[in-house]
């Protein structure tokens, strides 16, 4: 094992709580992101020789996650739904809670019913603080493609959100 | 009128000097666009917290996984079990655990060539074992008697420096493993610190000389 690839597999584990994350994005289930990480990390680790240093892993990484995910779901037809039950939050003492804040699941079921690549978009920039141009980078389509479908992605978000609460104050009464 | 394209690029800091300015100017006249702004600014931090980065259990399966040799530098049985070994040992590093050798026993056999080339190769030496080049490093000899050697195993461009202990029966247990650097590579031993604190776990030592390491080769 050389040096550099030695410093590469140590921040590809650092990454490790983040990659997730992008794949349950995607993937929306969470036995879903957890193949989609595994087979990325598999990926990077056979073609880390093509990693070029000082380049950003976590770019490089969320471009493979979001190759191998189009490829399974061509692979699969489209037939695989999205729930994004599986959304765990940790607890203080370390156990996992699922989150019942109303406003945050309302925000989760808003993300789960947008478009993938609106999904998508959105991971990358307001989660994963990517710049427009890494995005763009990332999914191969030119800003202008990043920026309209990141403020149609969070204009359908708010429309989605803001309907939930109302739901929620009729409830309420 | 603000579009949402542009109140979505200055929430990102994603506007040019000239545009984010006219866009605030904007904002402190329109209350509406403001609202906007706060409409999605507010569905950002929901999703943020709808999505926490945290580390879970798995990772350490995973981390192992990442710190294993790939499948091609452990065709020789001897470079999985090193590597397996190294890959333990580096994660325990990772996450700041201490691996005390002589407190567990060692899962690892080193092979019937390796403990032959132990009993036999002086530090310094270099001969081939099980498709690898394996060099003696050095000996040394703990306060209780007991000699553990440390040896370097190069196979292609992966190397693994090893410490291997005497055990009472007379055979050889691996203690510590640890990837090595590549030979062109400026700093010589990055397994250096892992196989340090495994000899470290021995209590005090002596380095064998040449003439120690001699008698205790010929026994």
């Known amino acids: 094992m050389t040096r550099d690839n030695l410093a590469f597999r140590q921040q590809l584990v650092s990454l490790l709580p983040r990659l997730r994350r992008f794949a349950m994005a995607l993937a929306g289930r969470r036995d879903l992101a957890e193949d989609l990480l595994h087979s990325a990390v598999e990926r990077a680790l056979r073609n880390w020789g093509t990693f070029q240093t000082g380049r950003r892993l976590d770019s490089w990484m969320f471009k493979i996650m979001q190759n191998h995910w189009i490829d399974t779901r061509r692979a699969e037809s489209s037939a695989t739904m999205q729930t994004f039950d599986g959304i765990d939050l940790p607890g203080e003492d370390g156990r996992e809670i ?19 690549d609106q999904r998508t978009v959105l991971a990358l920039i307001v989660i994963e603080e990517l710049s427009y141009a890494e995005a763009a980078d990332t999914l191969n389509v030119p800003i202008g493609t990043i920026m309209s479908r990141l403020s149609r992605a969070r204009a359908a978000m708010a429309a989605l959100m803001q309907r939930a609460n109302f739901a929620q104050v009729r409830k309420e009464n | 009128m603000l579009n949402d394209d542009l109140i979505s690029a200055y929430l990102d800091g994603e506007l040019d000097a000239e545009r984010r ?23 950002d931090g929901l999703l943020r917290e709808t999505f926490p980065a945290a580390e879970q259990a798995r990772d350490d399966l995973f981390a192992a996984m990442i710190m294993a040799p790939s499948p091609q530098q452990t065709r020789r049985r001897w470079a999985t079990q090193a590597a397996a070994l190294a890959a333990v040992l580096l994660c325990g590093v990772l996450v700041g655990q201490f691996v005390r050798f002589s407190s567990a026993p060692a899962p690892y056999a080193v092979s019937a060539n390796q403990a032959h080339l132990l009993d036999t ?11 690898a080049t394996f060099e003696a490093i050095l000996s040394v000899r703990s306060d209780d008697g007991n000699v553990c050697r440390q040896f370097r195993l190069t196979s292609g461009d992966s190397a693994s420096d090893v410490l291997a202990c005497r055990a009472e029966n007379g055979g050889w247990r691996m203690a510590a493993a640890a990837p090595a650097a590549a030979v062109d590579e400026f700093i010589p031993a990055s397994g250096a610190p892992v196989i340090d604190a495994a000899i470290q776990a021995l209590g005090p030592v002596n380095v064998l000389d040449a003439e120690q390491e001699r008698a205790f080769l010929s026994r």
């Open chain 2, 121 to 131: 190769l002086p530090s310094g030496e270099s001969a081939r074992a099980d498709g």
């Open chain 1, 98 to 116: 699922v989150e019942a804040r109303d406003d945050v699941r309302a925000a989760r079921s808003a993300f789960a019913a947008l478009p993938e």
């Open chain 2, 21 to 43: 300015a006219m866009v605030e100017n904007h904002l402190r006249t329109d209350s509406g666009a403001a609202a906007r702004l706060e409409r999605l600014r507010n569905a």
